[in-house]
Nanobody, 124 residues
């Protein structure tokens, strides 16, 4: 059973930084793609970033390119999302996702497994 547990959310001022973590367990993730999505109040869940675990190749939504960085730690089976230069419009619940394919797709229904989410609030 795949389990994904997010942490690291919180309240931060505009221009600040946060690092989200996603601890993955229950599988060997070397053949997986891992992703981050976010959902703002009253809006649909949208793609943020993804990484193919074995290759390390990454993909970002245009809205976060140059500000966010996704990475993975093989030893700890953890995926990170480093978020810099945060803006109020980045406020959302952030979800970690996993898919047992070495491919990236931005569609929500491509991803098989989800974490419970962590709240990120960007406000002064």
């Amino acid at each position: 059973q795949v389990q994904l547990v997010e942490s690291g959310g919180g309240l931060v001022q505009p221009g600040g930084s946060l690092r989200l973590s996603c601890a993955a367990s229950g599988r060997t993730f070397s053949n997986y793609a891992m992703g981050w999505f976010r959902q703002a109040p009253g809006k649909e869940r949208v793609f943020v970033a993804a990484i193919i675990w074995s290759y390390g190749s990454t993909y970002y939504a245009d809205s976060v390119k140059g500000r966010f960085t996704i990475s993975r730690d093989n030893a700890n089976n953890t995926v990170y999302l480093q978020m810099n230069s945060l803006k109020p419009e980045d406020t959302a619940v952030y979800y970690c996702a996993a898919n047992p394919r070495k491919a990236i797709n931005t569609a929500v229904n491509f991803w098989n497994y989800w974490g419970q989410g962590t709240q990120v609030t960007v406000s002064s």
